[in-house]
């Protein structure tokens, strides 16, 4: 907004405070963000920060009560392919030699793959060293 008069910005305030009284502070912000838009119809300047470049995805992480380390997620689709792809590698069922079937379920050895995946990925010194102290 570059630039209110006193007089708009003192009727604003007036206008808002009559509505204080009558609306919660939900509806009160609604009200004031259309006295803002009748001020600013063109909205904030844009910014002058360089663009970032997009997120491959998101991946929340979360200590879970029992000790586990919960995770979900997802990834772009551009990222889809690579990712499914080393996982379904590592993840296939690993009869024992004893010719016993692997009893792991999909789940079980898709975590086991993504374990393996961090251990490679810190025996290629690509990864930065574990915390001395870890979270708890």
């Known amino acids: 907004?570059?630039?209110?008069s006193a007089a708009d910005r003192d009727a604003a305030e007036a206008e808002l405070a009559r509505?204080?009284?009558?609306?919660?502070?939900?509806?009160?912000?609604?009200?004031?963000q259309h006295i803002l838009a009748h001020l600013d119809p063109d909205?904030?300047?844009?910014?002058?920060?360089?663009?970032?470049a997009p997120a491959a995805?998101?991946?929340r992480l979360w200590d879970r009560r029992d000790g586990r380390l919960g995770l979900e997620g997802y990834l772009e689709p551009e990222h889809?392919?690579?990712?499914?792809?080393?996982?379904?590698?590592?993840?296939?069922p690993q009869p024992t030699t004893d010719a016993i079937p692997d009893e792991?379920?999909?789940p079980q050895?898709?975590?086991?793959?993504?374990?393996?995946?961090?251990?490679l990925a810190?025996?290629?010194?690509t990864a930065p060293p574990p915390p001395e102290n870890p979270r708890i």
């Open 1 to 4: 907004m570059k630039y209110v």
């Open 19 to 32: 509505h204080a009284r009558s609306f919660n502070s939900t509806s009160l912000h609604r009200i004031g």
């Open 43 to 52: 909205g904030p300047e844009p910014r002058d920060e360089p663009e970032h």
């Open 57 to 59: 995805g998101e991946l």
């Open 80 to 92: 889809r392919a690579a990712f499914r792809s080393l996982i379904d590698q590592l993840a296939a």
């Open 104 to 106: 792991r379920t999909t």
């Open 109 to 119: 050895r898709n975590a086991d793959a993504l374990l393996e995946i961090c251990g």
């Open 122 to 125: 810190r025996a290629a010194n």
